[in-house]
Each structure stands twice: as C-alpha cells, then as structure tokens.
T-cell receptor, first 109, second 114 residues
Framework: QQQVKQSPQSLIVQKGGISIINCAYE??????FPWYQQFPGKGPALLIA?????SEKKEGRFTISFNKSAKQFSLHIMDSQPGDSATYFC????????FGAGTQVVVTP | NAGVTQTPKFQVLKTGQSMTLQCAQD?????MSWYRQDPGMGLRLIHY???????DQGEVPNGYNVSRSTTEDFPLRLLSAAPSQTSVYFC?????????????FGEGSWLTVV
C-alpha cells in the first residue's frame, strides 16, 4: 500500500494560472518531504523540499505548504508556464524515499 | 561531471532471459538505489546500498539481485525476466542515506519483457 497518497492524477492549467498538487502521508517517521519534477524521457530531479518543523517554503514560483497535524502537504506552482509541463512526485523520507503516484501537469499556452 | 549513468537506455528481453542493468556514479556517493516506475504507481524502491559491500532490499525486491563491489557501481540483475518486470528502471545516488541529502537520478532504462 502507498504510504504517500497524491492527487490529482493529472491537471490542466492555463498559462499564468496556479497548479496545486496535494499529498497525504501515513508514516510519522518521515522527516523530510521533497518534491521531484520529471520531464518525459528523463529521470526525476529535486524541485523543492521541506522539513516538518516548517509550515511553508517558497522557492521562486514554487511553494510547499505543510500541515503536520493533518499529515498533509501540497505544492503550489504560481504563474504556471508551459515549461512547467511535467510529472510531479511528492515523497516522504526517513532515509529512504517513499513516493506518491505522481501528477501529470499540462500548462496550456 | 557525468552524475548517474545508466546503461542500456532501452532493452527488449524474452521471458526467462537474464540481464544486468548497469549504474555508475562519479560523485563519490555512499548511497545508491534502484527504483522501478510504473504508471499510477510512482517510483518503488527495489534494492539499495549504503556503501560498498552493503546491500538491502526495498519494497519490491523479488526477481532482482544487486551487488556493490565498488563505491561507483551498483548493477541490477534480473535473474529470469518476466512480463511483470516490464518497466522503467531508475538508478539513484546520494551522499548519505539521510533525510535532506539530495537524491540524484539517472535518465532511466526502458525494459520490455515479451
């Protein structure tokens, strides 16, 4: 069973819009929550990450919001661009990574 | 700087054949791992290693074997390929197996078992 549940499976957003991807986890041993971005034909690459003692982390147009009590975290992509079209994976880590199922994001011009 | 290099990129196998997926990293990372990626399943950990001579099983180890004789190399062996092993395989490495250490992925190996 997946310890990290990710939704939605896919989303389409217009250029300039906001993309929101949600994840929920079960393993309270996780102490590091990275997001990975994957383009077709490539391996995943670290996008942004957060530790559970922080409620929000922002890097450019990408923001992670973290709710420890609800065991949920989300990725917000502000001002979405066509170059952001990719698959995004959330994950929890206690040394080894446990990935969510992934969200395919398509940004239309 | 090559990072994590996987070979081959594409492979077609017949059921029952064996093969080895190669993985090498040039970053002197202690931690190396193999994942498989299937639609709707995300990436699942097959085997991992925290250093030369040390390997352990991940979530989905059945049908796969690994060894770590050097820091740089971490090959994945399919012992007797089955159609259920059709997948995209990713090798990954990080400095240590500790939270906060960035994990770097190779570009993947597409395997089809017929």
């Amino acid at each position: 069973q997946q310890q990290v549940k990710q939704s939605p499976q896919s989303l389409i957003v217009q250029k300039g819009g906001i993309s929101i991807i949600n994840c929920a986890y079960e393993n309270t041993a996780f102490d590091y929550f990275p997001w990975y971005q994957q383009f077709p034909g490539k391996g995943p690459a670290l996008l942004i990450a957060i530790r559970p003692d922080v409620s929000e982390k922002k890097e450019g147009r990408f923001t992670i919001s973290f709710n420890k009590s609800a065991k949920q975290f989300s990725l917000h992509i502000m001002d979405s661009q066509p170059g952001d079209s990719a698959t995004y994976f959330c994950a929890g880590s206690w040394g080894k990574l446990q990935f969510g199922a992934g969200t395919q994001v398509v940004v239309t011009p | 700087n090559a990072g994590v290099t996987q070979t081959p990129k594409f492979q077609v196998l017949k059921t029952g054949q064996s093969m080895t997926l190669q993985c090498a990293q040039d970053m002197n990372h202690e931690y190396m791992s193999w994942y498989r990626q299937d639609p709707g399943m995300g990436l699942r950990l097959i085997h991992y290693s925290v250093g030369a001579g040390i390997t352990d099983q991940g979530e989905v180890p059945n049908g796969y074997n690994v060894s770590r004789s050097t820091t740089e190399d971490f090959p994945l062996r399919l012992l007797s390929a089955a159609p259920s092993q059709t997948s995209v395989y990713f090798c990954a490495s990080s400095y240590r197996a500790a939270p906060g250490n960035t994990i770097y992925f190779g570009e993947g190996s597409w395997l089809t078992v017929v």
